[in-house]
Nanobody
Framework: QVQLVESGGGLVQPGGSLRLSCVAS????????IGWFRQAPGKEREGISC????????NYLDSVKGRFDPYRDNAKNTVYLEMNRLQPEDTAVYYC??????????????????WGRGTQVTVSS
């Protein structure tokens, strides 16, 4: 059974940091790229980044470049999203997702086969 389980979300003040985790099981982790997405209320789901087994990847979202850093621990079948200098506009449900093969040049949710249920991140004072 394929599972992607996110954790690490919560309430944080502006300027704070969080680290999200995504633990994968039920598929061959090394054959899949893992993407991070987020969806704010009333908005479409948007791609944040994608990271491959090699550790290489693509950051899709200009507004988080230099603040969000994805990385993966293949021994633990886990991908992380380190988020720094969080702002209220970062408030959203954050999802990880898996696609076979390589990262695409565009973070299109339709390219991903498996999804986690998401973790809520709220940035507020």
């Amino acid at each position: 059974q394929v599972q992607l389980v996110e954790s690490g979300g919560g309430l944080v003040q502006p300027g704070g940091s969080l680290r999200l985790s995504c633990v994968a099981s039920g598929f061959t982790f090394r054959d899949y790229a893992i993407g991070w997405f987020r969806q704010a209320p009333g908005k479409e789901r948007e791609g944040i980044s994608c990271i491959m087994h090699s550790g290489g990847g693509i950051n899709y979202l200009d507004s988080v470049k230099g603040r969000f850093d994805p990385y993966r621990d293949n021994a633990k079948n886990t991908v992380y999203l380190e988020m720094n200098r969080l702002q209220p506009e970062d408030t959203a449900v954050y999802y990880c997702a898996a696609k076979s093969g390589l990262c695409e040049m565009v973070g299109d949710p339709a390219d991903y086969e498996y999804w986690g249920r998401g973790t809520q991140v709220t940035v507020s004072s």
